[in-house]
Each structure stands twice: as structure tokens, then as C-alpha cells.
């Protein structure tokens, strides 16, 4: 089970869980368009500047939906990181952030010329593919499991109802 009951009704209620969708959705666009500038330099050699503000843009996005994601983590189940629901999410996502961070570094103190930059980009941006892949799994899943818990809900009350209205049945019978 990803959410208790409970836990379910706060990531329902959190003003913290659209904001979580609209920036996976912002950063997985961005992440396109990067991609596509990176992958474009790789090819042409020209567009380094286009392709670095998009990494650094891509980046930054990444740092905000960290800390939201982990005030949201927070509120629905009660700890900053790694919750035992999202901890191999949490996991990857470090890495994700350890090799944007990497990129930055590269690039602000001047360590290593394009190709290492554009090398190191190509190394986030599959490890976070990976991690988006894993989070939308994780909203798959938690969507069938909504879904049975309603079905189960809805189940509960027919029968419910059922069995008030039997006693009412047998004295009209009887």
C-alpha cells in the first residue's frame, strides 16, 4: 500500500501536491527542450550558450521541485526524505541532483571545457529519465490503488445497504 488512508487525505489535501504536478510536468518540458539544444550542439558544435542557459535554467527548476517536493514528502508522511513509499524515488533523485550540481560546478569554476560539460548533462539527464520514469510509476500505482479503495468503498456501502434492507424484506414476506 503507497498511502494509509490517512496519508492519503493529506497528499488530497496538501496545497504543496498540484504544485508538485505542475512543476514535474514545467521541468519535464524543459528537460525536452534541453535535451534538444544539448543534442544539437553535440552535433554542430554551435548553440553552446543556448544549450548551457537551458541546463542551468533545467537545473535550477530541478533545486525548487527538490525543496517542494520535500515539504510535500513532509506533510504527507511526516519526514523531509526518504519515506519508505518514495525512498528509491528519493535515492535517484540525489544522484540526479549530485550530477546537475556536478554540471554547475564544471561550469561556474571552469574545470572542464564543453564536451565534459555536455558529457556530464547527458549523464544527468539520463539518470533523471530514469527518475521520472520511476515517479510516474509511482503515480500509476497510486492511482489503481485510489481506484480500489473506492471500488472497495462503494462495494462496503452496497452491502451495507443490502443487509439494512433484508430485515425490511422478510417482515414485508412475513
Known amino acids: 500500500m503507497l498511502y494509509t488512508p490517512e496519508q492519503r487525505r493529506r497528499r488530497d489535501a496538501s496545497p504543496w501536491t498540484p504544485v508538485q504536478g505542475f512543476l514535474a510536468a ?27 542557459i537551458s541546463i542551468v ?9 527538490m525543496v517542494t517536493g520535500a515539504i510535500w514528502e513532509k506533510e504527507v508522511f511526516g519526514q523531509y526524505l526518504f519515506a519508505p513509499t ?18 554547475m560546478a564544471v561550469l561556474i569554476f571552469d574545470l572542464a571545457g564543453p564536451g565534459v560539460q555536455m558529457a556530464i548533462t547527458l549523464a ?5 529519465a530514469v527518475n521520472a520514469a520511476q515517479f510516474l510509476l509511482k503515480l500509476r500505482a497510486a492511482r489503481l490503488q485510489s ?13 451495507a445497504d443490502g443487509a439494512s434492507a433484508a430485515p425490511l424484506t422478510e417482515r414485508a414476506a412475513g
Not at 481506484?147 to 452491502?159: L, N, R, Y
Open 147 to 159: 481506484e480500489a479503495m473506492e471500488a472497495a468503498a462503494v462495494s462496503s456501502a452496497a452491502a
Open 86 to 103: 518514495f525512498f528509491w524515488e528519493d535515492v535517484v533523485s540525489f544522484i540526479v541532483i549530485s550530477l546537475h550540481t556536478a554540471y
Open 57 to 65: 535554467f533545467k537545473t535550477l527548476i530541478l533545486y525548487t521541485i
Open 26 to 52: 514545467f521541468q519535464f518540458l524543459v528537460f525536452l527542450v534541453s535535451l534538444g539544444l544539448v543534442l544539437y550542439f553535440l552535433a554542430t558544435g554551435e548553440g553552446w550558450l543556448a544549450a548551457t
Open 124 to 128: 544527468a539527464y539520463a539518470t533523471y
